[in-house]
């Protein structure tokens, strides 16, 4: 048996608790990984709310990623991992507990200077940045990218990613500290939400001729002001819908005069074709793919005396079985950066 973050039934933070489960264990080409650290995203709270199952085949237990350290070998491992090798994963579920099951493709070394706390915030945020930018976004060198939740674990690690691409990332966030947090980690200029018209100081910043890329996670509320700043030709990247999905005007037409494109992404999905058959179909090896990528081009940054030097920014670590207080922090909209939980 294990502890897990559990929920009987879905509702508020408070249906939140810590129960002994079956432990895992590793099947074909799947390693065993003793969780230290998980880290907490806007994902968990929609499945505790009963808005977001995990796909078909994965773990019902919160955590989309974790750090830690390899335990076990599941049959046909291709001898990647060995027992003890400190490891970060990006996960289907499962990650908010003591022990979780990873297929080997989907683990990345820690950098030798690094905690669990910090490795725990680098799998889903920075490779669902990746992913936008390199893989949909195709990123070139002096594109302008709005960046929105900027001081978020994906905005924050966007930032950073953007500026490796030598491209400019701009960033909206709803106050001060945050909009300070995202120019420290490199964000060109910033912009309140609350109180200005993102797009208006998107375009004098841009002497009028806007950004390339929008990363948004906002969705309904925000498909005005987005085109209104999105250049001609310029890519408008969805990943979430933190204001609904539905849109009333002529969103069709104005994108059409820009001949902008609109492209829709999610990452934790991408298992639920994956889990249908036995064979290695093209969704896994899409998370194998991008996992090689950023384990190739970007991890060798967070090691130190690199430059540039990238580094997760993590908000705070709450225990275990203090998960109620870490979900609510993070409803509040109140972190900048990644809440961590710490696994005992």
Known sequence: KMLAA???????????????????????????VKVAASALNRADLLQRRGKYPPPKGASDILGLEAAGSVAGLGPG????????????????????????????????PIPNDMTFIQAAAIPEAWLTAFQLLHFVGKIQK???????????????AAVQLVRLAKAIPIVTAGTQEKLKATANAGAAAGFNYKNEDFSEKVLAFTQGSGV????????????????????????????????????????????????????????????????????LSFFLQYKERLVKAFTENVLPYFSGGTSPHLQPLVDSVYPLHEIAGAHRIMEDNKNIGKIVIEVP
Request: proline fraction near 4%.
């Open 212 to 279: 390339d890329i929008i990363l948004d996670c906002v969705g309904g509320s925000y498909w005005e002001k987005n085109l209104n700043c999105l250049s001609t030709d310029g890519r408008w990247i969805i990943y979430g819908l933190l204001s609904g999905g539905e849109v009333h005007g002529d969103l069709l037409a104005r994108l059409l005069s820009k001949r902008a494109s609109i492209h829709t992404t999610l990452l934790r999905s991408r298992d639920k074709e994956a889990m249908i058959g036995n064979n």
């Open 77 to 108: 491992c291709k001898g990647r991992w060995k027992t003890g090798d400190a490891v970060m994963a990006l996960l289907s579920g499962g990650g908010q507990a003591e022990y979780v099951t990873v297929p080997e493709g989907y683990l990345m």
């Open 142 to 156: 002096g594109e302008r990218v709005l960046i929105h939740a900027g001081a978020s674990g994906v905005g924050m």
């Open 6 to 32: 559990y929920f009987d039934c879905p509702g508020g933070p408070e249906n939140l608790y810590v129960k002994k489960v079956m432990k895992p264990h590793p099947g074909e080409g799947e390693v065993l």
